[in-house]
């Protein structure tokens, strides 16, 4: 995949952390590492560096980004927190939970980061080095998942390489990400109700989803799309199938052979690039079970399954 940059690969250490803060300081765009995948940066307050990531992803620009923020303090200056939006990010944060909360109006964000909307998406990393990075870097990183929109989410930087090579300053080299599925994101209402807009790493006590429930823009019914054919809850391979077992059923790549829903969450996006690299035209995958994290695996595969329009 070609494009106008030199990708360079940085080393997280802490001469990295601050070479890469420097680049983003600078409206660059560098691949970050997190507790759940590969993030793609760019300062949160730069219309030019937000509309760079939309323009290296092929994001649809009504799709809005997650706001990553060094602290509380930060997260505060951008949003509205309520009681019970405290008492979120009290029990979540640092870690894998995304809060949609009401922006404030002056809010130092490019406009695009929310596409429009008066909520904002805010999460506070637990990685050692995206933490570095955010205090070096002194300023809120916007960073949707560092693949080409559609495409299967990032955990290594090799992922990140396999889609954005020549399109992005830099990645930033933390090794693989350990949960390996995206956050959980929380709408908080005005009157403390909760409510999951994504399934994720974290379950939380909330309200149904009322309506049509696609309420994050980006949860489209296609997504981590290997691009190839996928077929859910194979107990069987046909010859023509790259198979990823969980549990009794083995596969090619094997998601957890002790049937761990949380090794098999940190080893999903790596199996499904596999399947996608291999030889074989179709992709199959062994039943999961919906409970705890297999309920965001399961949602995953889902779109993973659906063909695009
Ligand atoms: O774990 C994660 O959340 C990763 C890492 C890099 O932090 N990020 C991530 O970003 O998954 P992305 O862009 O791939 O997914 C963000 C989702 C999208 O579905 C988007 O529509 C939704 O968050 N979102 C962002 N702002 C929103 C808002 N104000 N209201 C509702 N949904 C929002
Ligand atoms: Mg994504």
Redesign the pocket.
Known sequence: MSGNYATETITADAQGVVRAAQILRAGGLVA?P????????ARADSEEAVARIYEAKG?PSF????V?VASLEQARALADFSAQAERLAAEHWPG?L?L?LQ?HRGAALAEA???G?D???L?M?SHPVMRALLEECGAPLA?????RSGFI?PTSPAHVLASLDGRIDAVLDGGACE?G???T?A?VRADGSVQI??P?PITLEASPMKGRGI?????LASHYAPGKPVRLMASEVAPDEFLIGFGEVAGECTLSARGDLLEAASRLYACLHEGARSDKPRIAIAPIPEEGVGIAINDRLRRAATTPD
Not at 63 to 66: E, T, V
Not at 143 to 147: E, H, I, L, W
Not at 215 to 219: F, I, K, N, S, Y
């Open positions: 970050v997190t507790e759940t995948v590969y993030g793609l940066a994001r799709n809005p980004l997650i990553h894998p995304t949609v922006r980061v929310t596409a909307l909520t904002l998406a999460r990393p960073a949707p998942s560092a693949n989410s949960r599925l995206e956050s994101i709408a807009l994504r994720g309420e994050a823009p980006g949860q």
